[in-house]
T-cell receptor, first 116, second 112 residues
Framework: AQSVSQHNHHVILSEAASLELGCNYS??????LFWYVQYPGQHLQLLLK??????LVKGIKGFEAEFIKSKFSFNLRKPSVQWSDTAEYFC??????????????FGAGTQVVVTP | EAQVTQNPRYLITVTGKKLTVTCSQN?????MSWYRQDPGLGLRQIYY???????DKGDVPEGYKVSRKEKRNFPLILESPSPNQTSLYFC???????????FGEGSWLTVV
């Protein structure tokens, strides 16, 4: 079955530390990839997306992600986190080539806590 | 303002009492979908719709119904709610399939 895996369920780090969240998917064809963030008590908001082109994409709030097709990965990074980055982060994938076109799959999420 | 609006935001109901969660978007989006969010499971897609009168099952459609009679509305219907449907529900829309999804504020549903 097609799936999206996020490697860490919880991450705790200090302000100014670097952050990298892993995301792997099991689809074999063309995919569109997303990272969403959910701040406490809020709905999901788009951080960044990849459809095609440069595999290194930049998003809002200093986040970036790299699509590595050979590894089926789309890892999220931020060089220096702030307390306000405390949130839950979700990787999402949509397979654009199969008969399950239209189905979005989300990872289970990674809860990130940034301590002052 | 471009938005996805869901109602109610909070609801406590009893087992077996039919309820509907409404969803409306004002962005003329073709694609709409419903998700439930549960701790440790992330978001799971319940149903989606690629356009008016076109709906399809997501990963967890059991116990839910949807309809898409108008482009802007995509209500979620629980014909006979059960406690395992206690969850946080999100409606979402996007311009078309594969494009960025915009989420509503969420609806907290408790079934007792």
């Amino acid at each position: 079955a097609q799936s999206v895996s996020q490697h860490n369920h919880h991450v705790i780090l200090s302000e100014a530390a670097s952050l990298e969240l892993g995301c792997n998917y099991s689809y074999g064809g063309t995919v569109n990839l997303f990272w969403y963030v959910q701040y406490p008590g809020q709905h999901l908001q788009l951080l960044l997306k990849y459809f095609s082109g440069d595999p290194l994409v930049k998003g809002i709030k200093g986040f970036e992600a790299e699509f590595i097709k050979s590894k089926f990965s789309f890892n999220l990074r931020k060089p220096s986190v702030q307390w306000s980055d405390t949130a839950e982060y979700f990787c999402a994938v949509i397979d654009m080539t199969t008969d399950s076109w239209g189905k979005f799959q989300f990872g289970a999420g990674t809860q990130v806590v940034v301590t002052p | 303002e471009a938005q996805v609006t869901q109602n109610p935001r909070y609801l406590i109901t009893v087992t077996g009492k039919k309820l509907t969660v409404t969803c409306s978007q004002n962005m003329n989006h073709e694609y709409m979908s419903w998700y439930r969010q549960d701790p440790g499971l992330g978001l799971r897609q319940i149903y989606y719709s690629m356009n008016v009168e076109v709906t399809d099952k997501g990963d967890v459609p059991e116990g839910y119904k949807v309809s898409r009679k108008e482009k802007r509305n995509f209500p979620l219907i629980l014909e006979s709610p059960s406690p395992n449907q206690t969850s946080l529900y999100f409606c979402a829309s996007s311009l078309n399939v594969g494009n960025t999804i915009y989420f509503g504020e969420g609806s907290w549903l408790t079934v007792v």
